[in-house]
């Protein structure tokens, strides 16, 4: 049973406008979750994170939402450039499991059109 | 060079047959992490070390799945007997180790078992 569900397999946005990436979670014990971003023949590369004590995090252009209560969490990136083009991964991770293995979602590929 | 690397990038092998996966982390990182992503789903955890304690085991999906790590350094995922549903990328990350540092993927290693 999937722990981690990203819906959208695929999104696409303009260039310049808001691209909005979801996630919802199953369990209620995680407590640290994170944005990945994968480009095709590469590694997942480090995005963005945010702690259950916070509902918002900001850097540069991209911010993350989390609401415990939906358990959902949420990518906002803006505005939106070709560069951006890449799968996104949401992950989660309870803190006080002894293991520090993330638990992905299977990924919305993104595609900023010109 | 400064990130993960891994190799091979790509192997082919036949079913029944036994393969061995290289990952050197970053250098000075504590924490080892084995993913694999089959087609069309997420990353899921594999196994986790941490400095010189006993490997976190509980991602392996069956007992033909092995994984070490000598002097703390370079990992081997190995498994035997592949079957056809093994095929996937498999991934290696490494970190400072702990919860809150983040975990740098290497390109993974392209399986496919005929």
Redesign the interface.
């Known amino acids: 049973d999937q722990q981690?569900k990203?819906n959208s397999p695929s999104l696409s946005v303009q260039e310049g406008r808001i691209s909005i990436l979801n996630c919802d979670y199953t369990n209620s014990m995680f407590d640290?979750f994170l944005w990945?971003k994968k480009y095709p023949?590469?590694?997942?590369?480090?995005l963005i994170?945010i702690s259950s004590i916070k509902d918002k995090n900001e850097d540069g252009r991209f911010t993350v939402f989390l609401n415990k209560s939906a358990k959902h969490l949420s990518l906002h990136i803006v505005p939106s450039q070709p560069g951006d083009s890449a799968v996104y991964?949401c992950?989660v991770?309870y803190?006080g499991g002894?293991?520090?293995?993330?638990?992905?979602?299977?990924?919305t590929h993104l595609i900023i059109q010109p | 060079g400064a990130g993960v690397s891994q190799s091979p990038s790509n192997k082919v092998t036949e079913k029944g047959k036994d393969v061995e996966l290289r990952c050197d982390p970053i250098s000075g990182h504590t924490a080892l992490y084995w993913y694999r992503q089959s087609l069309g789903q997420g990353l899921e955890f594999l196994i986790y070390f941490q400095g010189n304690s006993a490997p976190d085991k509980s991602g392996l999906p069956s007992d033909r799945f092995s994984a070490e790590r000598t002097g703390g350094s370079v990992s081997t995922l190995t498994i035997q007997r592949t079957q056809q549903e093994d095929s996937a990328v498999y991934l290696c990350a490494s970190s400072l180790g702990g919860v809150y540092n983040e975990q740098f993927f290497g390109p993974g290693t392209r399986l496919t078992v005929l």
Not at chain 1, 98 to 107: H, I, M, R, S, V
């Open positions: 981690v990203q640290y990945y023949a590469e590694g997942p590369t480090f994170s991964f992950a991770l803190s002894g293991a520090d293995g993330l638990t992905f979602g299977k990924g």
